[in-house]
């Protein structure tokens, strides 16, 4: 028998004809499917003319644990694994790490099928900055743990990406706006690739009030990176460095605003380079 090797398959957010040829190949050829759902891959399965000749086994948060050393022991005796979640890339907020790591970890062969991932999906069609993100999965439940990691995300410069239940996402754009403030710009994006897919572009208060009579679907929530503020102390010296180059204190203090949007009001700033003459 061949090598054995675990195959990572990404499968369509919504729509069937977005998976890849190599993933219909590997559902038809791989020994074993381990799957998030059976009932989903199997209609999956079907939808693209595919017949899954391997055994078809489920592969879950609650369950994965327990499958790894049998799916490891298949594997190590030439079984080709293909893992798939119900939607997009598994691993990311879906079963598949500790098989991916434990994979690692006996020097099995491990390689990937991709394709569609909400998280970049998302980001692309969001409309904001994507040169540097993070991914923080899913928000979290409870509202006290919840506020605490809005406001961990209060000076990140870069766009975060994260999922949402849709039962809790008008609380959590709402808790959004208490700790980041109404005016952070954010993208809700509702159902992706499917027939109801539904972006959204605001800002956090904007779609919080949008939210609060209630969402369904898949939720994927884009948000805006955090505007750099400078200290105060920094703003003044550059209005007297200004200054001192011939330029009138209220022109400087103009000047500096402009090059530094939202860092302070152009009165605090004026008020404190006279303290500063002091």
């Not at 948060?61 to 293909?82: K, S």
């Not at 200290?231 to 007297?240: R, S």
């Not at 180059?245 to 302070?264: L, N, S, W």
Request: glycine share 8%; net charge negative; with cysteine.
């Amino acid at each position: 028998m061949p090598d054995g090797r675990l195959l990572l398959g990404a499968t369509p957010l919504g729509q069937p004809g977005d998976a890849s040829s190599r993933l219909v190949e590997a559902l038809s050829t791989a020994d074993v499917v381990a799957a998030e759902d059976t009932r989903r891959v199997r209609a999956l399965a079907k939808s693209l003319d595919a017949q899954i000749a391997g055994r078809v086994v489920s592969l879950f948060d609650a369950n994965e644990a327990t499958r790894v050393p049998t799916l490891l022991a298949e594997i190590a005796a030439g079984a080709t694994v293909l893992v798939v979640s119900d939607a997009g890339m598994p691993l990311i907020s879906d079963p598949g790490y500790r098989l991916v790591s434990a994979c690692a970890e006996a020097g099995l062969a491990v390689t990937c099928l991709p394709g569609p991932s909400a998280v970049t999906t998302a980001l692309a069609l969001s409309g904001l900055a994507s040169e540097r993100f993070c991914f923080e999965g899913f928000a979290p439940r409870k509202q006290a743990a919840r506020r605490a990691w809005l406001a961990s995300l209060a000076d990140e410069r870069r766009t975060c990406v994260f999922f949402e239940s849709p039962r809790r996402l008008a609380d959590c754009l709402r808790d959004a706006v208490d700790e980041l403030g109404g005016d952070r710009r954010a993208v809700v994006c509702r159902e992706l690739t499917k027939t109801h897919e539904e972006v959204l572009r605001g800002t956090l208060a904007e779609l919080a009030d949008w939210a609060v009579d209630g969402v369904l679907g898949e939720i994927t929530v884009v948000l805006a990176g955090a505007t750099p503020r400078a200290d105060l102390a920094t703003l003044v010296a550059e209005v007297n460095r200004l200054a001192g180059e011939g330029m009138r204190v209220k022109d400087a203090c103009a000047q500096v605003i402009a090059e530094v949007p939202a860092a302070v009001s152009r009165r605090e700033l004026y008020d404190a380079v006279l303290r500063s003459r002091d």
